[in-house]
């Protein structure tokens, strides 16, 4: 026999008491407030997302310099630097120079007393991160990458686990009404969906208020080798989205011999977050074929030295990794020319495949 649902004593955790449920009447409408109008809220978090070597690091380095002399429509601020990847002494402060940050703005957290720096993770670390911020008054914060403050613990493609270790972060950033910025790395698939494109779960695309796209610029007339690039958002839960920005990528020269690069914004751009994707998975399969075209052309007669072949295929605008690509692909094999020489060669032919192609 059913039992009657309207019987069913259900289990309950709390009780309400004399607390009574809020209305949207008695909610107070308050105006976002902004880092960069219409890309970076402040109290939430931001991920800017784009495949390695692109210049997402410069960026972060030019969004802090930016802000360190009060740009972005604001007083200047302070801006935390969390660099798993780069040393502050030979990367960051030449890229922070280069930019004309205020460096007296830029803060890095302080070594342990063992003179090493301390390892932060999140969610641990959240208090120590608090001090930190508080301490410098810090306006942002930029993990880069996310990936290196993320304990084993967290499982970065498991979506409860990634938002555990993320909402204490979002909950400090809106408590010290600082906005966080979170670089990541786009995964390998081919999705045309940006949001689905992060690496790891969907949970990191579902935390962040703003989704940032940094990818080459299709219209660079040096294709894979250009120094061009586009800002696009991909994701906005605050308002529109805003007009993609292009940016150049610039050498500088600073005293002691010191090389470094910064990015020059040089204006909007009229690519979305799905076309860049879109377009640029499109000339890397273009290159890729031309590079499996050049490498059996090139080694058709016999191997050919590897020096000789990268130098063609940079002056066709084929990049070494798309040229080794191509060379994996086709089962081109490495050969020893002599002491301190290379050679690469197409693999042998296979002599039953051969008779069936002459049958």
Not at 121 to 128: A, N, T, V
Not at 347 to 358: G, K, L, Q
Request: aromatic share 4%; charged share 25%.
């Amino acid at each position: 026999m059913t039992p009657d649902p309207r019987a069913v004593k259900l289990p309950h955790k709390g009780r309400l008491g004399t607390a009574q449920p809020i209305r949207a009447s008695e909610v107070q409408v308050r105006p976002v407030k902004w880092l960069w109008p219409g890309r970076i809220p402040q109290g939430g978090l931001t991920v800017l997302a784009g495949e390695p070597g692109l210049g997402k690091s410069l960026l972060s380095i030019w969004l802090a310099s930016g802000l360190s002399r009060g740009e972005f429509g604001r007083k200047p601020a302070a801006s935390l630097l969390l660099t798993a990847e780069d040393s502050r002494e030979h990367t960051v402060l030449p890229r922070l120079v280069a930019a004309g940050a205020t460096c007296e703005r830029i803060v890095f957290p302080p070594p342990e007393k063992d003179g090493l720096e301390r390892s932060i993770s999140l969610p641990d670390d959240i208090g120590y991160l608090r001090q930190l911020m508080a301490k410098a008054a810090v306006r942002l914060v930029v993990f880069d990458p996310l990936v290196a403050y993320l304990p084993a613990k967290v499982n970065s493609w498991q979506d409860q686990s990634l938002r555990g270790a993320l909402a204490p972060l979002a909950a400090l950033a809106q408590e010290q009404d600082a906005a966080v910025l979170l670089v990541a790395h786009l995964n390998k698939g081919q999705n045309a969906d940006p949001l689905r494109r992060l690496g790891g779960s969907i949970g990191l695309a579902a935390a962040a208020r703003s989704v940032l796209l940094l990818a080459r610029d299709p219209d660079d007339p040096e294709g894979s080798t250009g120094a061009m690039r586009v800002l696009a958002q991909v994701k906005s839960n605050l308002g529109l989205l805003e007009p993609s920005l292009a940016y150049r990528v610039k050498p500088a020269s600073l005293p002691d011999d010191v090389t470094t690069a910064y990015l020059e914004a040089v204006g909007a751009s009229r690519f979305s977050a799905a076309e860049l994707l879109a377009l640029n998975e499109t000339e890397a399969r273009s290159k890729l074929s031309e590079a499996e075209a050049l490498l059996q052309a090139e080694l058709e007669h016999g191997p050919r030295p590897v020096t000789e072949l990268r130098t063609a295929a940079l002056e066709l605008g084929i990049s070494i990794t798309t040229l080794d690509r191509a060379k994996k692909k086709l089962g081109v094999r490495s050969v020893k020319l002599d002491l301190d020489r290379w050679a690469w060669e197409l693999p042998e032919s296979d002599p039953s495949a051969d008779e069936v192609a002459a049958a």
